[in-house]
């Protein structure tokens, strides 16, 4: 049974910092479903937290914001549970039943060793009998490049290396594109972490000099391991920083919620720049 979402999450292309390239791909991609030109399954691996869903979300909004003439269907999204593959084909096969330019998305897709439901996705993939709609486009993301959770014991058992190659290859090649997300390196972090605050509300605007004192502040710290250099924007970088630190992980999740926490007056020492 499908629910309607009727609050989704807003995300525009031009909110994917340091993401450009791989949000104008994926974009190019989806165009089919409008065009007629059947897009090629796509997988988006990354690590946590880097963007992925943020990616698909963005480019389904795209396709609904003009230059799209006004009378033409809109562009649905449908999320699936990894529980809900088998309800896959049963899907496209009422999607196929419509006019309307429609994405399947699954979220988080992982399987383990011996998991029934690798083979299903597999053929519906490719290799099975049915053929995806032109207007269906199918989007995967995953914490995993192959979609495969590797444990140690799988390999210990493997009697050829290749069997192990073979088996996650086998599930990631039958995509026709995929998107790889990365942690951003720091200097592309700070400008997510002033988009963020902007978006906050915690700072006015984003100050056109910052590329020129987050240099300052990276050869402070290189040279001295601390910055000496205070100014408002050094004391937000050194706090994303230390923040990022303590949450092990440098990325457009973390830069988001550092900025919801100044908003709420939870991080320490916060002093909105004058």
């Known amino acids: 049974m499908l629910y309607p979402i009727h609050h989704p999450r807003t995300i525009l292309a031009e909110q994917l910092v340091g993401m450009e ?14 065009t007629g030109l059947n897009p090629l399954p796509t997988l988006i691996e990354g690590f946590r937290g880097t963007g992925k ?34 309800d896959i084909v ?30 299903t996705f597999r053929g519906i993939l490719d290799g099975g009998i ?3 709609p032109s207007h ?53 972090y700070m400008q997510i972490v002033l988009y963020k605050l902007v978006e906050e509300g915690a700072i006015g605007s984003i100050p056109a000099d ?7 502040f990276e050869n402070l710290e290189w040279v001295v391991g601390r910055s000496d250099h205070k100014t408002p924007l ?4 050194m706090m994303a920083k230390k923040f990022a630190l303590e949450r092990g992980s440098r990325s457009g999740r973390t830069a988001t919620l550092f900025a919801k926490m100044v908003r709420r007056g939870l991080i320490e020492n916060w002093k909105e720049p004058q």
């Open 234 to 237: 050094s004391e937000i970088f």
């Open 21 to 34: 390239n791989a949000s104008k791909q994926l974009f190019q991609n989806l165009l089919g479903i409008r």
């Open 210 to 216: 910052w590329e020129k004192e987050f240099s300052l």
């Open 130 to 132: 049915m053929e995806f």
């Open 53 to 86: 869903t943020s990616l698909a979300l963005a480019a389904w909004q795209k396709l609904n914001t003009p230059p799209f003439p006004i009378h033409s269907a809109p562009c649905h999204l449908v999320q699936i549970a990894r529980e809900g593959i088998h």
């Open 136 to 188: 269906v486009a199918l989007i995967v993301t995953s914490n995993h490049r192959h979609l495969l959770e590797e444990r140690h014991s799988l390999r210990e058992d493997a009697i050829r290396s290749s069997e192990i190659i073979d088996e996650t290859m086998a599930l990631s090649d039958r995509f026709g594109l995929t998107i790889s997300t990365w942690e951003p390196d720091m200097k592309v």
């Open 90 to 119: 049963p899907l496209i096969d009422v999607l196929s039943e419509t006019t309307a330019p429609s994405i399947i998305l699954i979220d988080d897709l992982y399987f383990r060793e011996g998991d029934p439901l690798l083979h």
